[in-house]
């Protein structure tokens, strides 16, 4: 299914979910766009991480890949060796999968790294093996669940660019939550902003974010910045 801008849809319809008899979602609706970046954004509590697990529970587990807040790496392995952990069931080929390992490495500025162990790495190299993992694991789908929190500005905006890149270069799906809405502006083509104000969890905003790299893109983020800050403080 399309949309207006001809995006495909990945739709939700009528999502009812409760724990211990309270509501999390009501007839809850949502449209998702296939092969961009979308954002839910949102206070803590609000629903963000339940409604990501509703979606992953409608892909096919060998079409999804997860990148978490924590790397969840195998501090014992190399870097090459944490990437061909997760693959060794579902790439045979020796060749396929060390093609597959260095170019994911290579994509993610980790290739001079590839023999090094995860206590040889930074907080930011950490997530970006466990980036390189995800985008090795060759799937449609990446779920990401407020994968850049407590980095410092300058890791945050280096591993945004790569999350930006390896979508420009894969076209694959993500599902990016977050509570911070620098990170949606610069990192999302679609942002949808939950809130549990009204005691389960609502769709109270999407927007559609212009990345069109123009002299005016500073300011356009900022004031979308401020926008979405507004929404967030005032629902």
Same mark, same amino acid.
Request: avoid cysteine.
């Given at each position: 299914?399309?949309n207006k801008?001809?995006?495909y849809i990945?739709r939700?319809e009528?999502?009812?979910l409760?724990?211990?008899?309270l509501?999390i979602?009501?007839?809850?609706?949502?449209?998702?766009?296939l092969n961009?970046?979308n954002?839910?954004?949102?206070?803590?509590g609000?629903?963000?991480?339940s409604?990501?697990?509703?979606i992953s529970?409608?892909?096919?587990?060998d079409d999804k890949?997860?990148?978490?807040?924590?790397?969840r790496?195998?501090d014992?392995?190399?870097s090459?060796?944490?990437?061909e952990?997760?693959l060794?069931?579902k790439?045979?080929?020796?060749?396929?999968?060390e093609?597959?390992?260095k &170019?994911?490495?290579?994509i993610?500025g980790?290739i001079?790294n590839i023999?090094?162990?995860?206590?040889?790495l930074?907080?930011g190299?950490?997530?970006r093996?466990?980036?390189?993992?995800a985008?090795a694991?060759?799937s449609?789908?990446i779920?990401?669940?407020?994968p850049l929190?407590?980095?410092d500005?300058?890791r945050?905006?280096?591993? %945004?660019?790569i %999350?930006?890149? %390896?979508q420009?270069q894969?076209?694959?799906?993500?599902?990016y939550?977050?509570?911070d809405?620098?990170?949606a502006v610069?990192?999302?083509?679609?942002?949808?902003?939950?809130s549990n104000k009204?005691n389960?969890?609502q769709l109270?905003?999407e927007t559609? %974010?212009e &990345?069109?790299?123009t002299?005016?893109q500073?300011?356009?983020h900022?004031s979308?910045?401020?926008k979405?800050t507004d929404?967030?403080?005032n629902?």
């Amino acid at each position: 299914m399309t949309n207006k801008k001809n995006d495909y849809i990945f739709r939700l319809e009528n999502i009812n979910l409760s724990y211990n008899n309270l509501i999390i979602f009501k007839n809850f609706n949502i449209d998702f766009h296939l092969n961009k970046i979308n954002i839910i954004l949102g206070a803590s509590g609000s629903g963000k991480t339940s409604l990501l697990n509703i979606i992953s529970s409608k892909i096919n587990k060998d079409d999804k890949a997860f990148v978490y807040q924590e790397p969840r790496l195998l501090d014992f392995l190399t870097s090459y060796k944490n990437i061909e952990y997760v693959l060794k069931d579902k790439i045979k080929n020796k060749d396929d999968m060390e093609k597959k390992i260095k &170019n994911a490495l290579e994509i993610t500025g980790l290739i001079n790294n590839i023999y090094s162990k995860p206590n040889e790495l930074s907080g930011g190299m950490k997530q970006r093996l466990s980036l390189a993992r995800a985008l090795a694991y060759d799937s449609n789908f990446i779920f990401m669940d407020e994968p850049l929190q407590g980095q410092d500005i300058k890791r945050k905006k280096e591993l %945004i660019d790569i %999350i930006k890149n %390896i979508q420009s270069q894969t076209n694959k799906t993500f599902f990016y939550v977050t509570h911070d809405v620098y990170e949606a502006v610069m990192l999302g083509d679609y942002i949808y902003i939950l809130s549990n104000k009204n005691n389960f969890t609502q769709l109270i905003f999407e927007t559609y %974010i212009e &990345n069109d790299n123009t002299e005016n893109q500073l300011q356009y983020h900022q004031s979308q910045q401020a926008k979405l800050t507004d929404i967030l403080i005032n629902n």
